[in-house]
């Protein structure tokens, strides 16, 4: 089963699935994995290496691609070359409510090095988190022996799901007060709308629940909940003209690695102060 939606945030496409990805419906929702030479603006200096190719050799070392995205772009000579996103999953990794994901991201004009982040994802709600950046962070250039350092970044990210796996038992082991709540629900809503002033929602708004298996009060749950309704957006609110507004998904890849790492670390550091 896979699911295939036209947007991420609003500016890419993006294919999901239950079961590994086949290279025909990563094509169909982000091509520019399998270019076949890099933008004309990129030196002699540049190493090119297709997406494609580093799939390959992370299919042979255990590693399945679960999810694909591309970013749009308004610049058709520039769509085969722009920026996408994989999240792997390797066997050892998975479990009964969630997987932990490697995430690998990376264009064919510039935009972006091959950069390795740690991820999880939520079979309960189908939402991916991104961990902190001082979990896992690996940078190839495009210069090189790419393929094998991404490969090599790759096992080096497995090996920080440990530190992943003992601060997500961190964050469920502790539960917040509802002054606790609605202060983590602030910070984050300072994270997406760089002001608390600007924000349409309430503290409440953000902390609501969209599932029965999402109303526990600990870190972790809470931090999930916050986590889905700033991303996903569509909640109901006031602007400063009172007028009613519904709140967007997050726009672009970028902005939703930013986001989506940033609340990690915050509530990290929310465990650490209600422990």
Known sequence: MSTL????????????????????????VAPSVYATEQHASRSDRYTYIPTSFILQGLREQGFQPFFAAQSRTRDAN???????????????????????????????????????????????????????????????????????KVIEGAFEVLDTFSKVDESMEMMKSIS???DQQRAFAKAALTLRFDSIDNTPITEDAVLSHRRTADKENDVWTVFNRTQENLLKGGLRGRNKEHKLVTTRAVNGMDSNIKLNRALWVLSEEMAKLAA
């Open 5 to 28: 939606t036209t947007r991420f945030g609003s500016n890419s496409n993006v294919i999901r699935s239950h079961n590994p990805l086949s290279d025909e419906q990563i094509m169909f």
């Open 78 to 148: 520039n769509a085969p070359f722009t920026k996408h996103m994989l999240r792997f999953r390797h066997a050892s990794q998975i479990s009964a409510d969630s997987a932990n994901e490697i995430i690998l991201v990376n264009s064919h004009n510039g935009a972006s090095s091959y950069q390795l982040l740690a991820g999880v994802y939520r079979f309960v709600c189908h939402n991916g988190l991104i961990c902190g950046e001082e979990i896992a962070d690996y940078r190839v250039r495009h210069s090189g022996d790419v393929r094998d």
């Open 176 to 178: 917040l007060t509802q």
